[in-house]
């Protein structure tokens, strides 16, 4: 376990105080080509994003949090209560990174008085409605989906703590018998230790892994295999992984259907090239599964696409891609009836590198769009 606890120096106040530095200057390079004079953030992702990890909620079912930052031209501010204000000052250290921190009564909102006392609300824009602002909640996705350096050590941190915990529960802890429910809650305790949240549980046991491919968690007991997705977050950045293990020896329909899998994966993966259009990706998966003997199931899930602080950015698909860009990550996931293989890779100039990846599983080989890859297992139990 102690590998894996993450180095101070990661996410230290210095490595976000050079993170915040380049997003301010490329967030006010936005503004001026847009002719505004400002943006208004509230939504946890952009907060998360435009303070190097920070959190602005409490419970994180409602989209907007519990404060607000205002990035000028020339400042940048947060609009809280009284509530919030300290914890955001001695935890968040936004006052550390820069921000004019301006807090009021709990009892009645002015965060858009406090904002249009500082700025023209006509030069403004925002992520949520405010007012006469004008709204765009994808102003800053460009921005948002091309990682700086310390995002992406922070994302690799984030991939193998929470690959290698999943896995290490998923062989060690569960045990026919248990409930869908059981397991996703050890899954989620497996990983709070290591500061990451778990925002997506999916668990589906023997009939229910065919039959859903968003199996939500029920009272269903597992007998003999089971299939877990996850999304966990880590400062803002959320990353996806899957796994499956099988209690017994592993049925020849199910290992035939899970190594198709694979190599649809790896040939996608394989055709992503840093300034092509991420659609030749799409096409190619889509080529993958006929030339497999599966040319309708392309159409019975979401094949994946870019990741950052969205479990998906966006959904590569006809009328969704961009060009591939260094400093992207993408998480495609072919699934079949009862099978899927999942994991996060980030773009760089070499080429990619994984960011969730088999730790504790056994490993397979796919030799597929001129490489050898390596791929976790269905473990047996």
């Keep these: 376990m102690r590998d894996f606890i993450l180095p101070d120096a990661v996410f230290s106040l210095a490595e976000r105080k050079r993170e915040l530095a380049q997003k301010l200057a490329s967030l006010r390079r936005l503004l001026e080509q847009e002719g505004l004079d400002g943006v208004v953030l509230a939504r946890h992702p952009n907060f998360s994003w435009v303070t190097a990890g920070g959190k602005n909620f409490v419970a ?3 989209d907007v949090g519990a404060a607000t930052v205002l990035v000028t031209r020339d400042g940048q501010y947060v609009f809280t209560t009284v509530i919030e204000a300290p914890r955001l000052i001695d935890e968040e250290l936004l006052e550390q990174l820069g921000f004019q921190l301006l ?4 009892e009645l909102d002015e ?6 006392a500082i700025a023209d609300p006509k030069k403004l824009v925002s992520d949520v409605p405010m007012g006469d602002i004008r709204v765009d909640a994808n102003f800053i996705q460009p921005l948002r989906i091309l990682l700086t350096e310390e995002e992406i050590r922070r994302y690799h941190y984030l991939g193998t703590t929470m690959s290698y915990a999943m896995e290490q529960y998923m062989l060690t802890e569960v045990k026919p018998g248990m409930s869908e429910f059981e397991i996703v809650g050890g899954v989620s305790k497996a990983l709070w230790p290591f500061e990451i949240e778990q925002v997506m549980h ?10 859903y491919n968003h199996a939500l968690p029920t009272g269903a007991k597992l ?9 966990g977050r880590y400062k803002g950045l959320i990353t996806t992984v899957s796994r499956m293990i099988h209690v017994g020896p592993i049925a020849s329909d199910i ?3 899970y190594d198709t899998c694979l190599r649809i994966e790896c040939e996608t993966l394989g055709a992503l090239r840093i300034g092509a259009d991420d659609f030749g990706a799409y096409q190619t998966m889509r080529k993958a599964y006929e030339a497999a003997g599966y040319p309708d199931d392309f159409d019975k899930h979401n094949q994946g696409g870019c990741q950052g602080y969205f479990p998906r950015e966006y959904q590569v698909t006809p009328h969704r891609h961009q060009a591939t860009q260094v400093g992207q990550v993408y998480c495609f996931n072919p699934v079949l009836d009862g099978v899927k293989s999942e994991d996060a890779v980030v773009v760089s100039q070499q080429g990619f590198d994984f960011i969730t990846h088999p730790v504790l599983f056994d490993k397979v080989t796919v030799e597929a769009a001129g490489r050898v890859w390596e791929r976790p297992a269905i473990m047996e139990i």
């Excluded at 807090?103 to 709990?106: L, R, S, V, Y």
């Excluded at 965060?111 to 249009?116: H, M, N, P, Y």
């Excluded at 007998?223 to 999304?231: A, G, W």
């Design 60 to 62: 994180n079912c409602f």
């Design 103 to 106: 807090a009021h009564g709990w």
């Design 111 to 116: 965060t858009l008085s406090k904002i249009t």
């Design 202 to 211: 999916l668990a589906a046991v023997d009939g229910r892994r065919a039959r």
């Design 223 to 231: 007998e003999k295999n089971l299939m877990m997705s996850i999304n």
């Design 255 to 257: 290992a035939e259907r």
